[in-house]
């Protein structure tokens, strides 16, 4: 048996109608742990694929943070903003404090497993991602504190 593919134009879809933009010309995520690539595309990939099926507008997520790869990150809610629930005892906590990861909730959640830790994300994990906590930690180390 001989497989045919059939193209969209080909039904008769007209190529723009469906998207805005052909897909080829959407950013495309990094791998996060691919040291070689960019810094902040890596940590907003990972962002994107582990906390964005809750944190954008109506996810279910109850903190205001919009963690899609696609939102500017100075729409994002993310930079020197208060957090709404846990502060773990952190001095001047921050979502993510530009220039300081000592005083980042969003890192200490990354970093925490167990129940009632407040640890992120909550579902499907039981170990502490370490590439991942370095990944954050260096790239919110880089960030300048007017990065928003």
Known sequence: VKQ????????????????????????????????????????????????????????????????????????????DEKPLHHKFDLTDPRIIAAGHPERSTLLTRLSRRGPSSGQMPQLATSLVDHEAVELFREWIASLKPDAK
Not at 8 to 29: C, I, N, V
Not at 49 to 76: M, R, S
């Open 4 to 79: 045919r593919t059939v193209t969209r134009d080909q039904r008769g879809y007209p190529k723009t109608e469906m998207l805005a933009m052909s897909p080829e010309s959407f950013p495309k995520l990094v791998d996060p742990y691919d040291r070689k690539a960019d810094l902040t595309a890596r940590a907003r990939s990972y962002l994107h694929a582990n906390c964005a099926i809750c944190h954008v507008d109506a996810g279910g997520g109850n903190a205001q943070i919009q963690l899609e790869y696609f939102t500017p990150l100075a729409k994002a809610k993310l930079l």
